[in-house]
């Protein structure tokens, strides 16, 4: 009789069989059973068999299992024994959970992951990260079904910000001028509504800041000019034009140091503006547009907010229309401030909703709504799930069963979105004390205090996002959608597909999904290393480090931008969740915003619903020259340099990507070469 047995970590242990009685009394009852005295008889059997076939030996747990296995199959156990397995499995999951949290722990001790670019290595971003790795391996081994939690391990879709799973909401556009009449409170007192432009922009900041403590993703003001003029013009002094300057500088300045999320990032914060014609709307916009011109304390560019500038006919686009003189403003800072980027009111799906469009920096648009108003204010994205289109490619290699995999991936994919939705529907005001609390989500006034948010975040969009459409195409018909027309057809008809299936999720279920241009980021390289190892290396599509963005042209693709921005420009219209394109320039055409305007007006006549330009924005940190810097400063050899660039939408300093972005930043390629 054996008396001792080895645990998988090596270390022997005293044998107690009543923790096998236990084991298989609580399968037994997972599916009826009540007989506790049939689950002894049974580890009777199984500690029989092990004496028999283990003299000598001291049995390891996973024989022990084993043994429990076959005994409860031939006794007739079946179910039993299907209970047990899965058990058995599901403890295995949380083992291994734990072993790569910890390894998880070890590596972000060192250096924090770049799953967003506003990441620092400070104290309280590993602090944070840790407790976010915890809280992913917590939700996948304990929360999500098996087959969710199976298809976002493998590789088959990625579930976005996984360690807020059952915590919150993605994001919001902030009615910011409701929040100035009525005032709010921040958990220390109240704050009351601001009686000079100055208080205003500081609060302004620290709304966008409050927020941000209560949700993962970006913050957005929708109207930001016409808020702030309607807020002007009932203060008793209204301010002047050095006096708004001095306002928009100093929220500039916050936006760019105060951090949110545990100190460890500044708010992802955005600001829509362009369409407010009244007097203290254009000075809003003008101080604004001036102050991001200006830059920081020694001239630096921003990085937050970023800017987003709404082109409308009738109102900014013709050189007839009031704010046309603010359009070329906008246009004279894109040309070296890399914002403002500019959403089009005029796009064919667009028009109708007149300046109620707002985008985020990511790209996130919020406008379709089947439980209230259709405008942008007090509502965002609720979660998002991407798709790996180029794993569907490689498992099927043709048309048709793509498809067919493409259909099924798209099931699970929202009843994956319905899950984290009923989950998020059962939080009150008490988890989400300023974005319920302060009455920022849609119909949240509503709510008893510690009544479930589902009634105000059905307002929201569940968004159905993906990557790769550029590899699938090369793997399906041998070229991508830049390089023949066959390739744009079949991009067309997959993303269209996509686009009805979503269409098809709103009346079955009566909420609001969206199909989402995904700005992979954490998410670029992750989906092509697990297909790699799956898959190979096969040329063209798991030979770099990355997949491409959403329904974009690789990067490396060399084309003009006129053609570029012609091919994506399809897309924008079926992404109704968000979309945006961009073209690359080799250097800041801060001379040339003929340019410049030139390629806002292509994208317009093109149906883009958001689009922006990027180029590389060096700076010296000892000079402070700005330009583009090879390797050493060109006026003081200095080697100190902030390379910005634009990642997935927002700006950021080179050094915070990830490797896959890096990579990225790598292989593109410039669109200037002959456009016009």
């Known amino acids: ?316 686009f013709n050189q007839e229309d009031p704010n046309y003189d603010l359009f070329q403003l906008a246009l004279r800072v894109a040309s070296h401030r890399l914002n403002p980027a500019f959403s089009f009111m005029d796009a064919s799906f667009n028009r109708k909703y007149g300046d109620e469009i707002s985008y985020m920096g990511c790209r996130t648009r919020t406008i379709a709504n089947r439980h209230g108003q259709e405008v942008s204010a007090g509502r965002g994205n609720i979660a998002s799930v991407s798709l790996n289109i180029p794993r569907l490619a490689l498992m099927t290699r043709g048309v048709e069963g793509f498809f067919k995999e493409l259909d099924k991936l798209l099931s699970l994919a929202v009843r994956q979105l319905l899950h984290r939705f009923e989950i998020l529907s059962e939080l009150t005001e008490k988890d989400l004390p300023f974005l319920i609390g302060e009455r920022l989500y849609m119909d949240s006034e509503k709510l008893e205090p510690c009544e479930p948010i589902r009634e105000t975040i059905k307002n929201g969009t569940l968004s159905i996002g993906f990557i790769g459409l550029a590899e699938a195409l090369t793997i399906l018909v041998g070229s991508h959608h830049g390089e023949t027309e066959e390739a744009q057809e079949l991009g067309l008809k997959i993303v269209e597909h996509m686009w009805k299936s979503t269409q098809q999720f709103c009346d079955e279920y009566d909420l609001n999904f969206a199909l989402y241009a995904t700005p992979a980021e954490g998410l670029s390289g992750r989906f092509l290393n697990i297909d790699r190892k799956e898959f190979g290396h096969l040329p063209g599509i798991t030979d770099k480090e990355y997949y491409t963005n959403s329904y974009h042209l690789p990067v490396n693709y060399l084309t003009s931008l006129h053609q570029k921005i012609k091919i994506e420009g399809q897309y924008h219209t079926y992404c109704n969740g968000g979309h945006i394109s961009y073209v690359e320039i080799p250097s800041p055409p801060k001379n040339n915003v003929e340019v410049v305007e030139k390629i806002i007006r292509h994208m317009a006549e093109c149906n883009v619903g958001y689009g922006g330009i990027n180029y590389p924005v060096d700076e010296c940190h000892e000079c402070n020259y700005s330009g583009i810097i090879s390797h050493n400063c060109p006026q003081c050899q200095g080697e100190s340099i902030r390379r910005i660039r634009r990642i997935t939408g927002y700006l950021s300093t080179e050094d915070r990507f990830n490797s896959a972005k890096k990579a990225e930043l790598r292989d593109r390629k410039s669109h200037i070469n002959n456009c016009y």
Not at 91 to 115: P, Q
Request: some cysteine.
């Open 1 to 316: 009789m054996f008396t001792e047995i080895r645990k998988r970590d090596g270390r022997i242990a005293p044998f107690d069989e009543q923790k096998i009685t236990e084991a298989i009394f609580k399968a037994a009852k997972a599916v009826g059973g009540e007989d506790r005295s049939i689950a002894q008889d049974l580890t009777n059997q199984v500690v029989n068999y092990l004496n028999g076939n283990n003299v000598e030996m001291i049995p390891s747990v996973e024989e022990i299992q084993d043994v429990v296995e076959k005994v409860l199959i031939e006794n007739g156990h079946a179910r039993t024994a299907k209970a047990y397995i899965l058990y058995r499995d599901r403890r295995t999951r949380m083992r291994e959970g734990k072993t790569e949290l910890m390894d998880a722990v070890k590596e972000i001790l060192v250096e924090t992951s770049r799953e967003n670019a506003n990441i620092n290595n400070s104290p309280s971003a590993k602090m944070l990260q840790i407790a976010m790795a915890a809280s992913k391996k917590y939700y996948l081994t304990n929360l999500l079904p098996e087959d969710m939690g199976e298809a976002h391990d493998k590789g088959f879709f990625h579930i976005h910000d996984l360690d807020y799973y059952a915590k919150t909401l993605n994001c919001l556009q902030i009615d910011l001028k409701n929040l100035f009449q009525k005032g709010f409170h921040t958990g220390n007192g109240w704050i009351r509504p601001p009686q000079r432009i100055y208080s205003a922009a500081a609060l302004s900041a620290i709304i966008l800041q409050s927020n941000q403590n209560d949700m993962y993703g970006g913050q957005s003001f929708s109207h930001f000019d016409r808020d702030m003029g309607e807020v002007i013009r009932g203060f008793k002094h209204e301010p002047d034009e050095e006096e708004t300057y001095q306002a928009m500088e100093g929220l500039i300045y916050n936006l760019n140091t105060m951090h949110s999320r545990a100190g460890a990032q500044v708010p992802f914060s955005s600001i829509n503006f362009g369409t407010d014609t009244t007097p203290e709307g254009r000075m809003v916009t003008r101080a604004l547009l001036k102050a991001y011109e200006g830059g920081l304390g020694r001239g630096e560019n921003p990085v937050f907010p970023n800017l987003v500038f709404r082109v409308k006919e009738g109102v900014n």
